[in-house]
């Protein structure tokens, strides 16, 4: 088998392992998520949204060093260097251990007198709201020191392991719903306490599989300092576009707890937890892809990687296209249906964030591409800007009286500006051609969006709210959009390679039952 070929089986392989993660996950995250809601309440689940945010502004340190220490360790891989790979990790541990204290240092002081001053928050909820921000912190910093371990896995390409990890943090969250519905304890408190509890226990399980599996993750006390050099500058640049990205996120979550109170934020919240179990389908399809770009593009093989990176991005859209339809056309249903309550405001947020993610997914190859080069400088301070303008251009429109929905409707339009200015960029460094990507992807996505979304709204139009439209609708909409990704989305080759696979896929199951 030559090497493209067990590159593209692997691609496929890692891909179905985690698809068929994410489809339990989802299951089990929407039932948690309802049973959640109903336990909390509308205030007190818009306060772990707007307080657990406060942290999460923070998670910029650790998107940066995630991706920083994935990236280092991928291309070391594929260089074939067990020595380096040994000072990366060694140095990405130490990293992760001074960020730990400088975070619940600051955190400690200007965040905890930013919930105290600054946030909307009911006085009888104050306290509740205070041990919600302490436990938070302490669970923020498990989950930074586990990230070389986590990095270490998916550089490795071990979908499989990084599968199981996942199902056992959903059914522990799915256990924690359970037991908060019952207990007698401050329900919002009890619920930030199991989840430090199942943040430890994932810290200890990643570390020790590490350390058996991979000969790099065996600790040792070492100062590289030209690693740290070059992991700190590479670090620091992508900290630009991390923190731009989380101040955006989070700061537009602040604005509206500002503007509108806490049960806004729920409606936003409930918006987002949809769109994170949605888009966990291109998260993975991503995951399993960049390894291989980071790889041939240190063994250089940088046509294969341009294609990857392409068709990365067609599919990516493609698949989220599949399973968001159904979502945007019934969305008061699935929020109805999968919560019981919807509150005001969550089936607009939800449409407009999922119609962000769509957008996103086309750049995330190219964002993938761009690191791989190491060369970031520029890119960060781009996108950053971009990024910012989120914040500034909400908080006019909020303050002329617009509606809430208004600020993703704000990053959606920013989002396509990032995306274009992505390609030139990925034009500059890697010969990446913008005429092809609008000509062959960009507008060929818009036109299958638009002749695949036609059926499922007349079929909306047509019936009444119920299980039975959702059901029909959902159906029609997996058929008639496979089929046009198929015969309009897909070129010769793809088209091809799709159908050889599933002939295959169809021998392999027939053979198996015939024994």
């Known amino acids: 088998m030559s090497e493209t070929n067990s590159s593209t089986t692997r691609i496929a392989k890692n891909t179905l392992i985690l698809y068929g993660r994410m489809l339990l996950l989802m299951l089990i995250s929407l039932y948690t998520s309802r049973i959640v809601l109903s336990a909390l309440g509308v205030t007190d689940y818009g306060i772990c949204n707007v307080v657990g945010g406060l942290i999460s502004m923070f998670t910029m340190v650790s998107d940066t060093f995630s991706t920083t220490i994935s990236r280092f360790i991928t291309y070391h891989i594929g260089k074939g260097d ?32 930013f919930l105290e001053m600054k946030l909307v928050i009911p006085e009888e909820r104050m306290f509740a709201a205070r041990w919600v921000f302490q436990l938070s912190i302490f669970t923020f910093v498990l989950n930074l020191i586990s990230v070389p371990y986590n990095s270490e896995i998916i550089s490795h390409e071990r979908m499989d392991i990084f599968a199981y990890f996942s199902l056992f943090e959903a059914f522990a969250k799915l256990a924690i719903a359970f037991l908060i519905m019952y207990t007698s304890w401050d329900k ?14 994932q810290r200890i399980v990643y570390s020790l599989y590490c350390t058996k599996n991979f000969p ?14 070059e992991m700190s500058k590479f670090s620091a640049w992508n900290f630009l576009s991390s923190g731009a990205v989380v101040l955006r996120v989070q700061g537009t979550n602040i604005l509206i707890n500002i503007f509108f109170g806490p049960i806004m934020n729920a409606a936003k919240g409930v918006a987002n937890q949809l769109n994170a179990m949605l888009h966990g389908f291109v998260g993975n399809f991503s995951m399993a892809l960049s390894p291989q770009i980071t790889k041939n593009y240190a063994a250089n093989n940088r046509e294969y990687m341009k294609k990857i990176a392409f068709q990365g991005a067609k599919f990516s859209y493609f698949i989220f296209l599949i399973i968001s339809i159904p979502i945007l056309c019934d969305t008061h249903f699935v929020l109805k249906f999968w919560l019981g309550q919807v509150p005001e405001h969550s089936v607009l947020f939800a449409k407009l964030i999922v119609l962000y993610t769509l957008l996103d997914s086309l750049s995330k190859t190219t964002t993938t591409s761009i690191y791989a080069t190491g060369h970031i400088a520029k890119f960060q301070i781009y996108v950053s800007i971009i990024e910012l303008l989120n914040l500034p251009v909400s908080y006019i429109l909020l303050k ?17 500006l990032c995306l274009f200015v992505k390609l030139n960029l990925a034009h500059e460094q890697l010969g990446f051609s913008i005429k092809d990507f609008i000509a062959k992807i960009y507008l060929r996505v818009i036109l299958v969006s638009v002749i695949a979304i036609v059926i499922p709204i007349m079929v909306i139009f047509s019936l009444p709210e119920s299980i039975y439209r959702f059901f029909v609708t959902g159906i029609l909409s997996i058929i008639t959009t496979s089929m046009v990704v198929y015969y309009l989305g897909c070129d010769k ?8 696979k599933t002939k295959k896929i169809y021998q392999n199951f027939s053979k198996k039952q015939t024994i």
């Open 82 to 113: 067990l020595e380096k790979l040994r000072a990366i990790f060694a140095t990405s541990v130490n990293i992760q251990i001074i960020l730990s204290i400088i975070i619940v240092i600051l955190m400690e002081t200007i965040g905890l007198w």
């Open 188 to 201: 919002l408190i009890f619920y930030s306490l199991l989840s430090v509890i199942v943040a430890l226990i």
């Open 216 to 229: 790099e993750c065996k600790y040792k006390v070492i100062f590289d300092k030209p690693t740290l050099l």
């Open 400 to 416: 002329q009286g617009a509606i809430p929905e208004i600020v993703t409707i704000v990053s959606i339009i920013l989002a396509q």
């Open 493 to 500: 080759s793809e088209r091809s390679f799709l159908l050889n």
